[in-house]
């Protein structure tokens, strides 16, 4: 099975231009846990991105900002200048 590995991670976070406080707020974690998965350890380590994470974060790069469940519309990211 591929994982995502921390410069995939970091190449996501800059491809949308987000800084990391910008990408923790989006998918609803604290900024220390960007850095952790950006870096690939925490204190000595290794930490995998979970599929949740990387589920979240191709739908992001897709443009949707949340989702209610079935049968309802997805909100999507409204981009500067809508």
């Known amino acids: ?5 921390p410069i995939d991670f970091r190449k996501w976070r800059k491809s ?5 406080k910008d990408a923790a707020h989006i ?3 604290k900024r220390r846990m960007i ?3 950006e870096k690939g350890e925490r204190d000595g380590e ?3 991105i979970p599929r949740s994470v990387r ?3 191709y739908a992001i790069s897709n443009g949707v900002a949340d989702y ?3 049968h309802r519309k997805v ?6 200048g809508d």
């Open 1 to 5: 099975m591929t994982v995502m590995e």
């Open 68 to 70: 209610h469940g079935p």
């Open 75 to 80: 909100q999507m990211i409204e981009k500067e």
């Open 55 to 57: 589920l979240a974060c």
């Open 46 to 48: 290794k930490v995998k």
């Open 16 to 20: 949308l231009d987000m800084s990391q």
């Open 27 to 29: 998918l609803g974690l």
């Open 35 to 37: 850095q952790y998965y």
